[in-house]
Structures are given as structure tokens and as C-alpha cells.
């Protein structure tokens, strides 16, 4: 059956199977993203499966048919059928990036790969690093969102791909182990120093609980990657908002949040008190999770094809 399937895999079809999918999975990173984090009236957040999609000002229930990942809003022009309230534009975003990456995916995992491992290994490949991928999504988004990471999506993480992680050849047991203790080891080290000399917390402990879920799957070397990676790719954005910002400058423009002194447990400007005391959430000034993200599928689909090559070099 796998072997008849195999030519197929390097067919557009294959990759429409894996965008069309990652449309499905971004629309419900949409649902994740939406719901998880913890609001006034639901502090635990939301159910994801329960109530089923309505629409958020006429609380209408969203017919299927008008809920298709991308082509619902395109066909709509975003609006609600009913009350004609406008989704955000976001929601194309998310699910857009999600599709893109399970494209990406397949080709690094299923097609690049074709030579070295068998097709049953390769889609294993493909849908671990999918859900890795869709997971990255929801935490970036959500950071973006509320300035959080959640441990409610962060730890069940871990433990699930640190247990996917080795369904897969020529991952050693330590392995996701090691980058989870570096993971959270390293970026807590860094605060704690930080802490010390700014008095203000610099790296959340959220960021520490991603880049333990990054060390989960990619092992030590994936967290030093995203570290570095991820402050280069923030840098450059960074430096980028900046100069944008500076160019239609207004004297009255309050400056990045980064320059707000905000001591841990205290209100951090915007009105809300920071809940830090609250065990089921952390709080990270910054939101540096996107770009440890983007450092981490980076890794996540170069590092393979790095070892490929060495393989193929030593022979
Ligand atoms: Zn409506």
C-alpha cells in the first residue's frame, strides 16, 4: 500500500495534501489561540472543542460552509454572514503560516529525505514535525496576543514530544532530556544574571518553558540555536520596528514596552496586574517566544539536511 503511494509523494498532490491540512490545523490554531488564554471571565480559559465556532459580537453559530480555512473569509471579505462584524485579518495569517509550514515540512521530511529513510519513517517525520510546527504556531500567537506563554501548552508539550521524539532514528533517550534541562536551565540562568545586574526580569520564565519544549524535540544543540537565533531574528526586527517607527515620528510616540521599568509582580503599564503569582500562567515582558520560535523550525527543518550532507561528504 506505502510502496504504491511512494511516487506519489513527490507529486503537487502530495503538497496540496499538506497545505490543506495545515489550513484545517491553522484554523484550528485559530480556535487554540483564541481560547487558551486566560481572560476576566474565564480565567482558566476556554474549552476549544466546546461551543463550536460562533461569531464573537452576534454569537451566531458559524455554519461550516462559512468556516472553511481561508476561503470562508476571502468569500465573505471577512465579515460575519449574519451581523457583517469584521474577523480580523489575522485569522487568514495564522492559517496561511500553518499551511506553509506543513508544506515545508513535507518536502524537508518526505521528499528531502527520500534516499536515506524508508516512506513509513518519513510521514512519522512529517507528522511530528507538523505538530511541532502547529504547536509554535499557537504559542507565538497567543505571546503576541497577551505577552504569555502558557504552561498549559507548554509542559503537555514537552512530555509529548520528548515522547515523540523518539519514535524517530537516531535520537538517543538522553537526547530530548538534555534539551529540556538546558532548555529551561540556561534561559533561567541568563534571567537570574540579569535579574541581578537590571533588577528587572529580562527572559520570562515562559521563555524558559518553550525553549525547554524546543530542547524536547531538537536537543541542546536546537536551544542554543534558538537562543542565538532567536536574538538575531529580534535583533533585526527589532532595529527594523525602530528605524519604521522613527521615520514617521510623532514627539508623543511612546517608545518600545522594552524601556519600561517593571519590576516582577508589579502592574507592567497597561492596566492589568501582572499575574504572577498565578501557578497555571508565566508572564515575559518581552514577547521573544515568535522569534525563539522561528530560530527553532529553522533548526527544525535545516538540521536534518545539514546531516544529510555530512553523511553524504564522510560517505
Ligand atoms: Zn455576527
Known amino acids: 500500500m506505502l510502496e504504491q503511494l511512494e511516487p506519489l509523494t513527490t507529486e503537487p498532490v ?25 481572560s476576566e471571565q ?27 480555512p481561508m476561503i470562508s473569509w476571502l468569500w465573505l471579505r471577512g465579515r460575519c454572514r449574519s451581523c457583517k462584524a469584521t474577523f ?4 487568514l495569517i495564522v492559517e496561511a503560516t500553518t499551511a506553509a509550514l506543513f508544506g515545508v515540512a513535507w518536502w524537508a521530511t518526505v521528499v528531502a529525505n527520500q534516499m536515506f529513510e524508508p516512506l513509513d519513517v518519513r510521514l512519522i517525520r512529517f507528522a511530528i514535525y507538523a505538530a511541532f510546527c502547529f504547536v509554535l504556531v499557537a504559542i507565538t500567537f497567543i505571546d503576541i496576543d497577551h505577552k504569555l506563554i502558557l504552561n498549559k501548552v507548554t509542559i503537555p508539550s514537552i512530555v509529548a514530544f520528548y515522547l515523540l521524539g523518539l519514535a524517530l532514528p537516531g535520537h538517543a533517550w538522553w537526547n530530548g532530556l538534555v534539551g529540556i534541562a538546558v532548555g529551561y536551565g540556561v534561559p533561567w540562568l541568563i534571567g537570574e544574571i540579569y535579574f541581578r545586574l537590571k533588577g528587572r526580569e529580562g527572559l520570562g520564565l515562559g521563555d ?11 536537543g541542546w544543540r536546537g536551544v542554543v540555536f534558538a537562543l542565538f537565533g532567536g536574538s538575531v531574528i529580534g535583533s533585526v526586527i527589532g532595529i527594523t520596528a525602530l528605524v519604521l517607527m522613527r521615520d514617521r515620528a510623532e514627539p508623543a510616540e511612546p517608545v518600545a514596552p522594552a524601556e519600561k521599568p517593571a519590576g516582577p509582580g508589579q ?18 515582558e518581552l514577547p521573544f517566544g515568535p522569534f525563539l520560535a522561528m530560530a527553532a523550525v529553522f533548526y527544525l527543518f535545516a538540521e536534518p539536511w545539514i546531516q544529510l550532507n555530512f553523511k553524504l561528504l564522510g560517505g
Open 267 to 284: 502592574p507592567d503599564g497597561d492596566g492589568e496586574p501582572a499575574p504572577d503569582d498565578e501557578p497555571s500562567l508565566m508572564r515575559t
Open 14 to 38: 502530495a503538497y496540496g495534501f499538506a497545505i490543506v491540512l495545515g489550513l484545517v490545523w491553522g484554523s484550528f490554531a485559530n480556535v487554540c489561540i483564541y481560547r487558551w488564554p486566560p
Open 88 to 91: 480580523s485579518g489575522r485569522y
Open 208 to 218: 524558559s518553558m518553550l525553549l525547554a519544549l524546543i530542547g524536547a524535540l531538537l
Open 42 to 68: 474565564f480565567p482558566k480559559g476556554r474549552s476549544v472543542v466546546k461551543p463550536g465556532s460562533h461569531c464573537f459580537a452576534c454569537q451566531t453559530p458559524i455554519r461550516w460552509y462559512d468556516n472553511l
